[in-house]
């Protein structure tokens, strides 16, 4: 059987190491500099010739840096003749820009999958993306994984029986119903309008919430303008605890001091596949690690066994 490799680029590398020591093996050294007009180099510093090669590497901010690092990566692995390349991206960033919404705007996400597999990604490894028609994108195969059962475990030992799921928008409502089943509560959803990056509306909430305990389940939360303009429909509908609950965790600009202005959210549980800045983690802050998860994706993924088994069970 081929040798496996796994790297790491200067996005995550703790989780690049969790997900080594799960699979009881050492993290592959590559090096990352910067030559004198700011152009990038990487060298990966392990024989990848005929091996089987997972590049870790999250989108997370400055996100083109991190782009950039890995489409190098690819191409060093490529160079280096290694058997198999897959690009494990826990967080695609560019899954946001999926469709044509305005004159004149670029398809990022389908521009950088493009990107992707030109630079040598055999296959693709991410954890839910923002859209499902992203899947679409990518010219080779990818394997999307979803945290929900991971997510889900952190809230089994409850009471829940006067709690329900909410989702902020009908988009997210079929994997919020699929957490919803995993804890056997009923799911609720938003009914929600963007108005820019960072302002939203939401018209109602459809579902019955009222005097229940909430965990409000949502992709990602970036800013947190869509979590305060949810809480403040839910407060109309006097409910009880309430609970935010995300796969991506990225808290940018004011998300933090906006979460932590919010007395009545008893907890927020996110997963790890973005590094988290010791200053956004606030006391009432779950981290959860998707590292088993990813490491027994990249076991299956190499002996050819199947992955949909993996999430679809819920695993």
Known sequence: M?????FSGGAHPQLAEEVCAHLDLSLYPATISRFSNDCLQVQLNANCRESDIFLIQPLVPPVQEHLMELLLMLDAARGASAARITAVMPHYAYA?????????????GRLVADLLATAGANRVLTMTLHAPQVHGFFSVPVDH???????????????????????????NAKSATQFA??????????????????RVVIDTIVGEVDGKDVIVMDDEIANGGTILA?????????????????THGLF??????RLREQPDIAEIVTTN????????????LHVLSIAPLLAEAIRRIHNGASVSSLFVSGA
Do not use: Y
């Open 230 to 246: 949810l809480l403040g429909r839910l407060r109309e509908r006097r409910v009880g605890r309430v609970a935010i609950c995300c």
């Open 252 to 257: 940018t600009g004011p998300a933090i001091a």
């Open 273 to 284: 596949t973005v590094p988290l800045a010791a200053e956004k983690r606030l006391p009432n």
């Open 145 to 171: 994984l979803n945290a929900l059962g991971v997510l889900a475990e952190h809230f089994r030992d409850r009471d829940l029986r006067n709690t329900v799921v909410v989702s902020p928008d009908l988009g």
């Open 181 to 198: 089943r995993l804890l056997r509560v009923p799911v609720a959803a938003g009914s929600k309008q963007r108005l820019s990056d960072d």
């Open 2 to 6: 081929r040798e496996i490799g796994i």
């Open 96 to 108: 946001r820009s999926d469709k044509k919404d305005a004159p004149r705007i670029a398809i990022g």
